[in-house]
């Protein structure tokens, strides 16, 4: 069964740095890209970017490009999502996604809160 | 501003149906195939269409989809009242590269 487990809820400080996870299971870390997907409160869904953990390629939505930093360490089939500076925008819930045309399995979602 | 475009809510009494537009353009919809994903109050999003009219097991047959040039549709019929969520469409841009959501449709049973 694919899974995406996703790590826990965080409550930062605007300007602090926060990397939040994303460990994949049932299926072979190396083949599909993971996509992450913002949820601002009350909002819709936003693509922020996808990484391919075959080669560590990036794409990031011209949103998002400058402010993430997204990665991959295939040794624990996990996927992060970095700030280096957090701002009280940021606050939302994110999900890890392998978003195909077939199919799609979601992360449950990690909700972080900056205040400022 | 949402690159595909939705109608922002929907209603209909139960057993009625129900249908959900979204309006793309030629380098997504008019490109490539369409995903509708299903949102309940505090959850994940879930799989509920794929390739434009394609449910996954599980699924009801209630839910339909269709397309026509750079839209598509989500049929609910026979509306129930656990179809009371939130319902996005989404599919790939070949312009920006990467994939794009509709803005979503919050459906209310009466």
Redesign the interface.
């Known amino acids: 069964e694919v899974q995406l487990v996703q790590s826990g809820v965080e409550v930062k400080k605007s300007g602090e740095s926060l990397t939040i996870s994303c460990e994949a299971s049932g299926y072979p870390f190396f083949n599909f890209c993971i ?1 992450w ?1 913002r949820q601002m409160p009350g909002k ?4 922020m ?2 990484i391919c953990p075959s080669d560590s390629s990036t ?1 990031y ?2 949103s998002f490009r400058g402010h993430v930093t997204m990665s991959t360490d295939s040794s624990v089939k996990t996927a992060y999502l970095q700030w280096s500076s957090l701002k009280a925008s940021d606050t939302a819930i994110y ?1 890890c996604v392998r ?1 195909e ?4 399995f ?4 990690t909700r972080v809160t900056v205040s400022s | 501003q949402s690159v595909l475009s939705q109608p922002p809510s929907a209603s209909g009494t139960p057993g009625q149906r129900v249908t959900i537009s979204c309006s793309g353009s030629i380098s997504n919809i008019g490109s490539g195939s369409v995903n509708w994903y299903q949102q309940l109050p505090g959850t994940a999003p879930k799989l509920l269409m794929y390739g434009n009219d394609q449910r996954p097991s599980g699924v009801p047959a209630r839910f339909s989809g269709s397309r026509s040039g750079t839209s598509v549709s989500l049929a609910i019929s026979g509306l129930q009242s656990e179809d009371e969520a939130d319902y996005y469409c989404a599919t790939w841009d070949t312009s920006l590269n990467g994939w794009v959501f509709g803005g979503g449709t919050k459906v209310t049973v009466l």
């Open positions: 996509n997907v819709g869904l936003e693509w970017g996808t794409t939505s011209p999900y978003l045309f077939t199919s799609t979601w992360g449950q979602g």
